[in-house]
T-cell receptor, first 114, second 112 residues
Framework: EAGVAQSPRYKIIEKRQSVAFWCNPI?????LYWYQQILGQGPKLLIQ????????DSQLPKDRFSAERLKGVDSTLKIQPAKLEDSAVYLC????????????FGEGSRLTVL | AQTVTQSQPEMSVQEAETVTLSCTYD???????LFWYKQPPSRQMILVIR??????QNATENRFSVNFQKAAKSFSLKISDSQLGDAAMYFC?????????FGAGTRLTVKP
């Protein structure tokens, strides 16, 4: 079974530029999550999708971050414009069951904003 | 919002010895799940062990076991016979119908 796929693995941009990350969850997993993990900290939930609907985006900085999951499968997270404090690893995870199942994580996309 | 606290930023253990990582959480919900995830350097996070809150029996997975104290809201991870490959960041996580939170993590070093 293929795992959660993310790309790119690494990205370096200047502040005020834009960046997009892509995630393809495990086949059949209806729930998809984007987490931000700043160095030395635990993952912080940015947004949670159930199929193509948003379940929770309360911690998403909506003035600069956006995410979509149009067909209920893969998802894109965009940052525009980026700030220095956005430097982090962006983790995508998926789960089969919305409330009780374990999360399966991708390898993450490491963003450095200069 | 629920909080998950890992009070040990770093721990070290001698190879083949036993180590316990601590985790406490705060919740007003009765139905939830607890997890320990392992994140090796520059590698993806993987599940180590999970515990359903309604189960009294502590979960075990080979060398990994938990001490779940529901009343105290405590969920510690015990690693027996530690191996070099156990070196990683360990995250405690809480999940309910409304929320999923991670602790700040504990960096485990295994000394040969």
């Amino acid at each position: 079974e293929a795992g959660v796929a993310q790309s790119p693995r690494y990205k370096i941009i200047e502040k005020r530029q834009s960046v997009a990350f892509w995630c393809n969850p495990i086949s059949g997993h209806a729930t998809l999550y984007w987490y931000q993990q700043i160095l030395g900290q635990g993952p912080k939930l940015l947004i949670q999708f159930q199929n193509n609907g948003v379940v929770d985006d309360s911690q998403l900085p909506k003035d600069r971050f956006s995410a979509e999951r149009l067909k209920g499968v893969d998802s894109t997270l965009k940052i525009q414009p980026a700030k220095l404090e956005d430097s982090a690893v962006y983790l995508c995870a998926s789960s089969l069951v919305k409330t009780t199942g374990e999360l399966f994580f991708g390898e993450g996309s490491r963003l450095t904003v200069l | 919002a629920q909080t998950v606290t890992q009070s040990q930023p770093e721990m070290s253990v001698q190879e083949a010895e036993t180590v316990t990582l601590s985790c406490t959480y705060d919740t007003s919900e009765s139905d939830y799940y607890l997890f320990w995830y392992k994140q090796p350097p520059s590698r993806q996070m993987i599940l180590v062990i999970r515990q359903e809150a309604y189960k009294q029996q502590n979960a075990t997975e080979n060398r990994f076991s938990v001490n779940f104290q529901k009343a105290a809201k405590s969920f510690s991870l015990k690693i027996s016979d530690s191996q070099l490959g156990d070196a990683a960041m360990y995250f405690c996580a809480y999940r309910s119908a409304h929320d999923m939170r991670f602790g700040a993590g504990t960096r485990l070093t295994v000394k040969p």
